[in-house]
């Protein structure tokens, strides 16, 4: 079965602006978290999605939001960016409806923010 | 401003010997614990988990062995190859009912050939 897709890949933005990057997690998959990469910070957790509702939450301000469809695909946002915005941000799924814990991560999106 | 980016310790291991990866968690509540490794360009990849309630699993030639005393996971790869170079990275989950995945800052595993 397909993985987990994340788009865009790259994206480029300037100070200021925002963006949407979205996240389809593996078909039958409900639970999507989402992380940020960067050197500087390592792998940060953001928020976790299950069933549309946001079920936990890490230590970003708020201009960082997500949400989740229907169809478990999620969206995150992120408003008035900042030049530390730049990272990879990764997507990752799992069932959440057995034992297994195991996650699968997307590629990522690359956000240069200039 | 220039970002500074993390020092990773770096394990180096011959070909064919056996590698430990260690790491500290921090949150005596943590239910589980999971090994990720991430290769260059692409995201993490799940290695192995073990539950709070365990001291030891054993996967395909991965070891991992948790100390709940002393807040200790070590992650054992047997028979080392040169694809397993990478950056392994343990996490612990302090979500309670959900998700809340806390990443060490990582080791990168080198295989000397």
């Known amino acids: 079965k397909a993985g987990v897709t994340q788009t865009p890949r790259y994206l480029i933005k300037t100070r200021g602006q925002q963006v949407t990057l979205s996240c389809s997690p593996i078909?039958?998959?409900?639970?999507v978290s989402w992380y940020q990469q960067t050197p500087g910070q390592g792998l940060q957790f953001l928020f976790e999605?299950?069933?549309?509702?946001?079920?936990n939450k890490g230590n970003f301000p708020g201009r960082f939001s997500g949400r989740q469809f229907s169809n478990s695909r999620s969206e995150m946002n992120v408003s008035t960016l900042e030049l530390g915005d730049s990272a990879l941000y990764l997507c990752a799924s799992r069932s959440a409806l057995d034992s297994s814990y195991e996650q699968y991560f997307g590629p990522g999106t690359r956000l240069t923010v200039t | 401003g220039e970002s500074v980016g993390l020092h990773l310790p770096t394990l180096s291991v011959q070909e064919g010997d056996n590698s430990i990866i260690n790491c500290a968690y921090s949150?005596?509540?943590?239910?589980?614990f999971i090994w990720y490794k991430q290769e260059s360009g692409k995201g993490p990849q799940f290695i192995i988990d073990i539950r709070s309630n365990m001291d030891k699993r054993q996967g395909q030639r991965v070891t991992v062995l948790l100390n709940k005393t002393v807040k200790h996971l070590s992650l054992q790869i047997a028979a080392t190859q040169p694809g397993d170079s990478a950056v392994y990275f343990c996490?612990?989950?302090?979500?309670?009912?959900?998700?809340?995945?806390?990443f060490g800052k990582g080791t990168r595993l080198h295989i000397l050939p």
């Open positions: 996490a612990e989950n302090m979500g309670g009912a959900g998700d809340k995945i806390i």
């Open positions: 949150n005596s509540a943590s239910d589980y």
């Open positions: 999605y299950f069933s549309e509702t946001q079920r």
């Open positions: 078909s039958g998959h409900r639970s």
